[in-house]
């Protein structure tokens, strides 16, 4: 890993095996020091706001509250640290509901050691790391991220059966200004039809969101 500085990092993980197995192979990772770990939701957050590290690396499943709300917590008590969910499910959208949270990064506990050390390198540099198992899934949840929230609305009405007319009415647009979000729509997400941009965004959950990201 490059830099003279370590990369500062706290573990979330409510069993302790895992917990070691993790700081055992990143022992090696000279770009890695792991400062702090937890086993709770609740416990994480407050030895982040103690710690300041830079990247805490959180498991999905935690007793009470679960890992994608500790992300929220962890990121609204420290914004300047990075969250990489570190989990057993290859699945695209708790993928999606982990960038929604806020999280930077997302790592199968199959994965090798280096993909948790390159994980951390590319969040604690400002980036966004999905291990590639996940693979098209990724990409598919970065395009939905691009959209504005203009065109998320518009999709989401659209889901719910609305016409474009109805969805100009609506938000107080001309038809032909919702025709073009979605296109743009359609573009960012490099799909063909106005049908698999809605398809693919209620696939993910996204429209149950609300818009929001």
Do not use: W
């Not at 003279?4 to 197995?21: F, G, M, Q, S, Y």
């Not at 280096?114 to 390198?121: F, G, N, Q, Y």
């Not at 073009?180 to 063909?192: F, K, P, S, Y």
């Amino acid at each position: 890993m490059n830099g003279t500085a370590p990369k500062r990092v706290v573990l979330c993980d409510d069993h302790e095996i895992i917990r070691e197995a993790v700081k055992a192979r990143m022992a090696a990772e000279p770009g890695v020091e792991i400062v702090g770990e937890a086993a709770t939701a609740e416990d994480v957050v407050g030895v982040v706001k103690d710690l300041h590290p830079d990247v805490c690396i959180v498991d999905v499943e935690l007793p009470g509250k679960d890992g994608i709300e500790a992300t929220k917590e962890i990121l609204a008590a420290q914004p300047e640290t990075r969250v990489v969910i570190f989990t057993a499910h290859a699945q695209p959208d708790l993928l999606s509901l982990a960038l929604r949270a806020g999280a930077s990064g997302y790592v199968l506990k199959s994965a090798p050691s280096e993909d948790i050390a390159r994980a951390i390198e590319v969040v604690a540099g400002g980036s966004t790391f999905v291990g590639t198992e996940l693979g098209q899934g990724a990409g598919e949840v970065e395009k939905l991220l691009e959209l504005t929230p203009r065109e998320r609305e518009i999709l989401e009405l659209l889901a719910e059966g609305l016409r474009v007319k109805q969805i100009a009415d609506r938000l107080s647009l001309s038809p032909a200004t919702v025709h073009t979000h979605v296109r743009n729509a359609i573009a960012r997400m490099e799909v063909d039809t106005r049908t698999e941009a809605v398809a693919l965004a209620v696939r993910f959950s996204y429209l149950g969101a609300g818009g929001k990201v």
